[in-house]
């Protein structure tokens, strides 16, 4: 049967195309035409053509805040990678235990971002809190307000709280599909817990494994308002990630032509990683 | 539209990338792209190659204006270059 050709359907396209440019496309020309000028304010400003970027690309501060962001982002996922598949293992599969384990894994997941940095705050610290005084008390010298280390962990424990529960409930989504077939087979076979684990178990989590890799990735990059509540940054500049760095200088410093510069560099970052996370996942899909 | 701040460079630069994505729409129309697989370690349409002829473009320039003190002119002239030569056996 042949089709006809109807392009009414272009119309339907238009409110999302007009809520795309209002939303992100406007803003973002607006972004780079900041970004080539010196704004002093709403009435005077300069062009100064590519100096932002130049002297943003040979920022030491710049460099040393990616560098951290990059080590942060990789040690959550690290951490909450293999710790989230391990959860999802352990997590009951039928009964009653099912419906109250989701909601206890999920509860973190419903706590704003802010609220989870004050909790953190009041939670580590060395005279009031629950966590630096237990470790005070075993002898372990504790202070994220002073330790580089112990503000580096502290940070890097938040956001292992926070969103571990993402990757656990899409790893236990991933491993609730998997039809019993398999595991019978396996069971025929006499695999042991850790053959089921490595070839059954792990290449069917692949598609979830992306998407979660993708997803804490892309949030760790950008992360902002837990560290800045918890540690403001500090000590020194020990725990300022690219976001901070970012707002303190478009906000505090008003400096918002270098800020749209640095905005861009950090974009394409972002674009280029999730480009590249894209398209291994639809490659592996392909698979 | 003061608003924006627009300057004549920036402008040009969104003239140029309309065009392209205006061109792209036309080409597409009169002869629709499919997967195939040039020098890039992956299968591409059209529009992909575009896409990573651009952001590679991005990247260039960025290493250009962070690497050296030259006009980033060059650069933009390489990577018209750049984007031909991915678009055609990318």
């Known amino acids: ?287 | 539209m003061d608003w924006m701040y627009w300057t004549p460079p920036t402008a040009l630069f969104f003239v140029a990338i309309a065009m392209i994505l205006a061109g792209m729409t036309v080409w597409e129309v009169v002869s629709p792209t499919g997967m195939r697989r040039g020098f890039l370690p992956l299968q591409t349409t059209r529009g992909d190659r575009l896409f990573i002829g651009l952001l590679t473009s991005a990247w260039f320039h960025l290493a250009w204006l962070g690497l050296s003190d030259f006009h980033p002119a060059y650069m933009t002239v390489a990577c018209i270059g750049w984007l031909i030569v991915v678009l055609r056996w990318g």
């Not at chain 1, 080539?36 to 501060?61: C, H, K, M, S």
């Not at chain 1, 460099?63 to 951290?68: E, F, I, K, T």
């Not at chain 1, 089921?196 to 692949?206: A, D, G, K, N």
């Not at chain 1, 992306?210 to 540690?231: C, G, H, N, Q």
């Open chain 1, 1 to 287: 049967m042949d089709r006809t050709q109807n392009n009414y359907a272009w119309l339907f396209v238009l409110p999302v195309l007009v809520l795309v440019a209002f939303s992100a496309i406007i803003p973002l020309m607006t972004v780079v035409n900041y970004s080539v000028q010196d704004v002093l304010d709403a009435n005077t400003r300069f062009f100064v053509g590519d100096e932002w970027y130049r002297e943003i690309l040979r920022d030491p501060q710049l460099h040393a805040a990616l560098g951290r962001q990059l080590v942060f982002s990789f040690s959550v996922l690290a951490v909450q990678i293999p710790l989230g598949i391990a959860i999802a293992l352990c997590m009951p599969t039928r009964g009653i235990w099912v419906a109250v384990t989701l909601v206890l894994v999920a509860l973190p997941l419903l706590v704003p971002w802010n609220v989870v940095g004050t909790i953190w705050q009041l939670f580590a610290r060395s005279d009031i809190g629950l966590l630096g005084v237990t470790l005070n008390g075993l002898g372990i010298e504790y202070n994220y307000t002073r330790g580089r280390w112990a503000a580096w962990l502290t940070v890097l424990a938040m956001d292992v709280w926070h969103w571990t529960s993402l990757v656990v409930l899409l790893c236990y989504s991933g491993l609730r599909a998997i039809p019993d077939a398999y595991y019978q087979a396996a069971r025929i076979d006499g695999a042991s817990r850790w053959a089921v684990f490595r070839h059954v178990q792990l290449p069917r989590l692949t598609g979830v494994l992306t998407i979660a890799v993708l997803l804490r990735f892309m949030d760790s990059f950008m992360i902002y308002a837990e560290p800045f509540v918890l540690t403001g940054g500090g000590p020194g500049s020990t725990t300022t990630f690219l976001s901070q760095f970012l707002t303190t200088m478009a906000v505090a410093q008003f400096d918002i032509g270098r800020a749209a510069a640095f905005s861009l560099i950090y974009f394409l970052i972002i674009l280029a990683i999730s480009w590249v996370f894209y398209t291994v996942i639809t490659r592996s899909t392909k698979i």
